[in-house]
């Protein structure tokens, strides 16, 4: 892989997706392109899910099959951790395609200080 410090192009992203009323809501696809554009033009993503997104880490697709699908092709895209931001209701069974790592707010406060960027869907 190329050293990315030498191009001065490499930024740390900060994703976090949380949608609007459903899992399959317009903008957790956006946020979701966005994700594995960046992965794949060598840019460091910390992607976390919080609120309806967290339906999308469930063992099978609870909406969007499409997105559900497409979440699963991440680390081809380098984004090998996939956070999940205060998740109470976590079910017992989750998919088996993604690490998953529970995340706090007082986590995330520190990423979101460390990012370059920080995109909120």
Known sequence: MSDHSETGNHRKWLLTLSGGSSPSDNSLQAGTDLALAAGAFGQSVTLVLAGKALDLLNASAQGDDALWLLLGSLPYYDIDVV???????????????????????????????????????
């Open 83 to 121: 956070y999940a931001l205060e998740w109470e209701d976590r079910p017992d069974v989750l998919r088996e395609d993604l690490i998953i790592v529970d995340m706090s707010r007082a986590e995330w406060r520190t990423v979101a200080g460390e990012a370059d960027i920080v995109v909120h869907y």
